[in-house]
């Protein structure tokens, strides 16, 4: 598509079962991310959630399909927060950023995402969900064109996940950088995406895409809700909601 800062085509992808047989995990997965658009992907666990971000970001290429990507500043936040052991958080995030533009905000970076004070520890005197916000932090301080999120507030509590997903939509529409979003949280998803991609079957397919109703129409949203969790039941089960 043309102007899109992706454009993802996977007709196939399998992975290789322990036994030597290969295992079909997904088809027939096409979308396209205009500039400025935050797409959020749900999908039962185990769907290709994962998979579909590390083809979107060139890191699997072991598939049978196309992903176009033009040359932007890229940002991603995966499961595992992979920050270096041996560097302070500072220094981590130091590591990402432009040595030209000046003396780097280290401080605002972790304040952006509720963590001040934090500087001059190591990985390993952080909590998981500690280590997951100085991720964010590092992924936010390269001024992505293109974010890509893979469930970056699990194992947050729920107020604090939804103030982050707020800070990062807020920070997206500012920057007009595009954002890609695999999530199970339905509500928090509802609040800041503009359209949601949902992954089913097995193989996982993409069973649906949906616009997301403006967030000044708080009916036509909560319909939506209701029209995802009645089509896809894994949405209600992993909120919680009977």
Not at 3 to 23: F, Q
Not at 185 to 206: E, F, K, S, Y
């Amino acid at each position: 598509m043309t102007g899109a800062v992706l454009d993802i085509h996977i007709d196939a992808k399998s992975v290789r079962e322990p036994g030597g047989e290969l295992c079909p995990i997904l088809h027939d997965v096409c979308f396209s991310a205009e500039p400025g658009e935050f797409l959020a992907l749900f999908g039962p666990s185990g769907t290709g959630k994962t998979t579909t971000l590390r083809i979107a970001l060139g890191l699997d290429t072991d598939f049978r399909g196309m992903v176009r990507r033009p040359d932007v500043r890229v940002g991603v936040v995966f499961q595992e927060p992979r920050l270096l052991p041996w560097l302070t958080v500072a220094d981590n995030l130091r590591l990402v950023m432009n040595d030209g533009a000046g003396l780097p905000d280290i401080s605002g970076q972790l304040q952006q995402v509720e963590l001040p004070g934090v500087e001059q520890r190591r990985p390993r005197e952080l909590s998981l969900g500690m280590a997951r916000r100085v991720a964010l932090a590092r992924a936010l301080a390269v001024d992505p064109q293109l974010l890509v999120l893979d469930e970056p507030f699990a194992s947050l509590d729920p107020a604090l996940a939804a103030r982050l997903a707020g800070t990062v939509s807020r920070w997206a529409r500012q920057r007009g950088a595009t954002v890609l979003l695999a999530t199970h949280d339905v509500d928090q998803t509802l609040d800041i995406a503009g359209r949601v991609l949902v992954l089913d079957g097995r193989p996982a397919t993409l069973a649906a895409s949906f616009d997301v109703p403006r967030h000044t129409d708080p009916g036509s949203v909560a319909e939506l809700r209701a029209v995802l969790v009645e089509r896809f039941p894994f949405l209600a089960r992993a909120d919680g909601t009977n």
